[in-house]
């Protein structure tokens, strides 16, 4: 079954052919530049490059994927949770050639694509003794997404079976490292940025404390991060010099990607998982992808990420979604809506 995915909940404009695990093409027109200017993603701005971006996307994909519009066995789309006006673009794009072709539509929750993107064949050579190399997946895994608009902590149990450990309170660490990456200058979007510049900088050189949400506490907190580098650099007087930038990134991502781990290893023993899925934008982070190495193999635990296209935000990973929906005969309705803010799952 070759399912068409599309994903415009943010500012990728995405689209891919999939064939059960395997992407036939994955294509990704970034809007980066469009944004820059505003430090941030503007909703409008992103819809309508959508509008502008879909058609010339789809011809690619399919060209790349060497099908013709008639091979397609269903359409997907994101259709929550994002920005509202670039979710509808997509999802109206994709049902009307769901409605067009006469093949099923199927709505994805853009959050089960992330956690599921780490089924997707992956064609990039990872050697890692704890990345499970050729071993699929077991069930239940402990999944977390780390995004621009999401920290999300689940227990899997299957497919479709999505229990929530934990969730942030404020921020998503992407965007605590976006905001973070503005005060430095490092530009948009700062995740990315941050990340390279961080391995130039002294990870001691500035105290950055963890948030204390409670003993047992598994949800996170990205807000005081932000406001610690706000007084770092306030301290500085507007003259923010290299060697102040690379240690306060440094500082800054020494402290949350350790966060991150406490978090993944204290789940992990509590609820007895040792299988890890770490997706979203953030686990392209280098020193969250080390570090989670490390720990995995102290632990006797396997970790499991995605290739670092398919962390940030892309089609395929709805398409695959869309053709585990589709196994199961889970169709929607073309009167289906896009909803800016939704959960997979209630907290346990
Ligand atoms: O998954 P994604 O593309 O979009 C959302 O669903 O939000 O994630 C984008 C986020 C941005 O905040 C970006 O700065 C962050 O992921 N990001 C990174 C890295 N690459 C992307 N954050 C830290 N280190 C990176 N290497
Ligand atoms: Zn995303």
Redesign the pocket.
Same mark, same amino acid.
């Given at each position: 079954m070759k399912i068409l995915g599309i994903e415009t909940?943010?500012d990728?404009t995405a689209v891919a052919v999939v064939e059960g695990r395997k992407i036939l093409s994955n294509i990704i027109a970034s809007q980066h530049a469009a944004h820059a200017p505003f430090g941030g993603v503007v909703p409008e701005i992103a819809s309508r490059h959508h509008i502008e971006n879909l058609p010339a996307i789809l011809e690619e994909a399919l060209q790349q994927a060497d099908v013709r519009l008639a091979d397609i066995d269903a359409v997907a789309a994101t259709y929550t949770p &994002?920005l509202l006006p670039a979710l509808l673009i997509g999802l109206q794009f994709a049902k009307s050639l769901a409605f067009a072709l006469k093949k099923p539509f199927i709505g994805v929750n853009?959050l089960e694509g992330?956690l599921n993107s780490v089924f997707l064949d992956d064609p990039s050579p990872q050697p890692s003794p704890t990345r499970g190399e050729g071993v699929p997946i077991e069930y239940p895994f402990l999944g977390l997404i780390v995004? =621009? &608009?999401?920290t999300h902590l689940y227990k899997v149990e299957a497919f479709g079976k999505y229990i929530l450990l934990g969730a942030t309170r404020d921020d !998503? !660490? =992407?965007?605590a490292?976006?905001k973070v !990456?503005k005060l430095l200058g490092l530009g948009y979007? &700062? =995740?990315?940025k @941050?990340?390279k510049i961080a391995h130039q900088g002294n990870p001691q050189a500035f105290r950055f404390t963890q948030p204390k949400l409670g003993e047992d506490s598994l949800e996170f907190s990205f807000s005081g991060y932000k406001t610690a580098a706000l007084l770092h650099v306030q301290k500085q007087n507007g003259d923010l010099s290299q060697s102040f930038v690379q240690d306060l990134a440094a500082s800054f991502q020494a402290s949350v990607t350790d966060f991150l781990l406490d978090r993944i290893v204290a789940a992990s023993i509590r609820h007895d998982l040792t299988n890890w899925v770490v997706t979203? =934008?953030?686990a !392209?982070?280098?020193a @969250?992808r080390a570090k989670l190495e490390k720990e995995a193999q102290e632990n006797g635990c396997r970790q499991y990420l995605p290739p670092l296209n398919l962390?940030?935000?892309n089609g395929a990973m709805i398409a695959y979604v869309g053709g585990r929906h589709l196994e199961n005969k889970k169709y929607s309705p073309l009167s289906l809506n896009a909803m800016a803010y939704s959960e997979l799952a209630k907290c346990e």
């Amino acid at each position: 079954m070759k399912i068409l995915g599309i994903e415009t909940s943010c500012d990728e404009t995405a689209v891919a052919v999939v064939e059960g695990r395997k992407i036939l093409s994955n294509i990704i027109a970034s809007q980066h530049a469009a944004h820059a200017p505003f430090g941030g993603v503007v909703p409008e701005i992103a819809s309508r490059h959508h509008i502008e971006n879909l058609p010339a996307i789809l011809e690619e994909a399919l060209q790349q994927a060497d099908v013709r519009l008639a091979d397609i066995d269903a359409v997907a789309a994101t259709y929550t949770p &994002g920005l509202l006006p670039a979710l509808l673009i997509g999802l109206q794009f994709a049902k009307s050639l769901a409605f067009a072709l006469k093949k099923p539509f199927i709505g994805v929750n853009h959050l089960e694509g992330h956690l599921n993107s780490v089924f997707l064949d992956d064609p990039s050579p990872q050697p890692s003794p704890t990345r499970g190399e050729g071993v699929p997946i077991e069930y239940p895994f402990l999944g977390l997404i780390v995004s =621009g &608009g999401h920290t999300h902590l689940y227990k899997v149990e299957a497919f479709g079976k999505y229990i929530l450990l934990g969730a942030t309170r404020d921020d !998503a !660490a =992407g965007e605590a490292y976006d905001k973070v !990456a503005k005060l430095l200058g490092l530009g948009y979007p &700062g =995740g990315p940025k @941050l990340d390279k510049i961080a391995h130039q900088g002294n990870p001691q050189a500035f105290r950055f404390t963890q948030p204390k949400l409670g003993e047992d506490s598994l949800e996170f907190s990205f807000s005081g991060y932000k406001t610690a580098a706000l007084l770092h650099v306030q301290k500085q007087n507007g003259d923010l010099s290299q060697s102040f930038v690379q240690d306060l990134a440094a500082s800054f991502q020494a402290s949350v990607t350790d966060f991150l781990l406490d978090r993944i290893v204290a789940a992990s023993i509590r609820h007895d998982l040792t299988n890890w899925v770490v997706t979203g =934008g953030v686990a !392209a982070n280098k020193a @969250l992808r080390a570090k989670l190495e490390k720990e995995a193999q102290e632990n006797g635990c396997r970790q499991y990420l995605p290739p670092l296209n398919l962390c940030t935000d892309n089609g395929a990973m709805i398409a695959y979604v869309g053709g585990r929906h589709l196994e199961n005969k889970k169709y929607s309705p073309l009167s289906l809506n896009a909803m800016a803010y939704s959960e997979l799952a209630k907290c346990e």
